[in-house]
């Protein structure tokens, strides 16, 4: 069984950073990508960032020159770095992990619980 928490969430300051963590534990093989979603009250989940097992980034427009998506295979730990944080950044920010399980596995796709960010002086 496979479980996924993300952390990092909390008050910041226009300007500052955070640094979310999902973090996996349980049986994992590989972990073959990651996409961080977040959602604001009254609005819709967007799409944030993803990497794929390749490795290579994608981010949403307002995301790029300012956030940065990593996977620490070692620590089966995907991470959000958010730099210059903006009031519009506020929400809850939720993981998705695709693992494979076991080397004979198909890989699927595993969600955390969400992680709020407010970002207000």
């Known amino acids: 069984q496979v479980r996924v928490a993300e952390s990092g969430g909390d008050l910041v300051q226009p300007g500052g950073s955070l640094r979310l963590a999902c973090a996996a534990s349980?049986?994992?093989?590989?972990?073959?990508?990651m996409k961080w979603y977040r959602q604001a009250p009254g609005l819709l989940r967007e799409l944030v960032a993803v990497v794929g097992s390749d490795g290579v980034p994608d981010y949403a427009d307002f995301a790029k020159g300012r956030f940065t998506i990593t996977i620490d295979s070692a620590e089966n730990t995907g991470y959000l770095i958010m730099n210059n944080l903006k009031p519009e950044d506020t929400a809850d920010y939720s993981c998705n992990l695709n693992i494979q399980p076991y080397p004979a596995s198909s890989p699927l796709d595993y969600w955390g619980q969400g992680t709020q960010v407010t970002v207000s002086a």
């Open positions: 349980g049986s994992i093989f590989k972990i073959k990508g």
